[in-house]
């Protein structure tokens, strides 16, 4: 049934009321999830849990979890809506994934660490959903049994590729094997072409977010260089004496206060090199979150783009 057939009956309605509420309060229920699991979930190997993580408080629903819940509300009506009447199956199985993919932005945002658990989880019930879609023979996901191995595969040999690139140029490592991961189970719900599809769509969903960010930073370091600029102060120029005390006094403050520079221009070189040695890291797991949940939510819209374009052909 199409999404707006489906909308306008009593079923509908009352589903769609209950996917809105399920959603509040399944953001609740994630932010208490992500406050309680194990700290080492949210480091890296071998890594100690800072005292922030051990506390248990690591995000505040009364801040982001509002947000997140109308977020995750209009995603599984979304859902619903895209796979209703007769997908009740699909329906249940996406909305655990979306939900799952939206805890992996979260912590991806905040500690720039994607939880292998939940990677793990995700990749499992893509893998069931995948196999109900090929058994049943209904096609919504696959075509073909080898379709989710190909787009496992070539999820994780993307991002690889983008992690050797930026390491043969920046010397540095461009994404975690977080993201791999993330992609490889990404790629077995999406399947091929889907996985193309995906990684299209968290490309420019990361592009248009890096471009507003920038425009934002610009517009705050203007502004502080303005409030920062300091005012001319008059100064008389001393006579006699005074002027070569003066003098003597203002050589030892020019002296400490070159001291003092090249003390903090070290400080800071050596913060660089610390950050250097640490190597950098691209947070983009909420962008492929972005991309599944887009790819979930509009499945029939994204395919019929795709047809669209190719017909201009």
Not at 88 to 104: E, N, P, R, S, T
Not at 109 to 118: S, V
Not at 187 to 215: D, K, R, Y
Request: proline residues 4%.
């Amino acid at each position: 049934m199409q999404p707006l057939n489906y909308l306008n009956t009593t079923g509908g309605m009352i589903w769609t009321a209950a996917c809105a509420l399920f959603g509040i309060f399944a953001a609740w229920l994630y932010y208490r999830v992500i406050n309680t699991i194990p700290a080492a979930w949210l480091c890296d190997y071998n890594e100690t849990p800072s005292p922030e993580l051990l506390s248990g408080k690591r995000v505040n629903y009364a801040r982001s979890g509002i947000i997140m819940s109308a977020v995750t509300a209009v995603c599984l009506v979304l859902c619903r809506l895209q796979f209703n009447k007769g997908y009740d199956i699909y329906f249940a199985v996406f909305a655990l994934i979306i939900i799952g993919a939206l805890m992996i932005a979260i912590c991806d945002i905040k500690y720039t660490i994607i939880p292998d658990q939940f990677t793990i989880a995700i990749a499992v019930l893509g893998a069931a959903v995948s196999i109900y879609d090929l058994v049943r023979g209904y096609g919504i996901l696959h075509s073909t049994w080898w379709s989710p191995l190909a787009g496992a595969a070539l999820g994780a040999a993307v991002m690889l590729i983008i992690d050797f690139i930026g390491m043969l140029i920046y010397k540095k490592e461009g994404m975690g094997f977080g993201d791999v991961k993330l992609f490889a189970a990404v790629g077995l719900i999406t399947g091929f072409p889907g996985t193309i599809f995906a990684f299209i769509i968290s490309m420019i969903t990361a592009t248009v977010c890096f471009c507003i960010i920038m425009i934002v930073v610009r517009i705050l370091a203007h502004r502080a260089e303005k409030t920062a600029e300091p005012e001319p102060e008059i100064i008389s120029a001393p006579t006699g004496d005074a002027a070569s005390a003066d003098e003597s006094v203002s050589g030892t403050d020019t002296e400490e206060a070159e001291t003092s520079e090249q003390k903090a221009e070290e400080e800071i070189t050596e913060n660089e090199e610390q950050e250097d040695t640490k190597g950098s890291y691209l947070a983009f797991g909420p962008y492929i979150a972005v991309a599944l949940i887009c790819y979930l939510v509009f499945n029939d819209f994204v395919y019929n783009m795709v047809d669209l374009y190719l017909n201009l052909f």
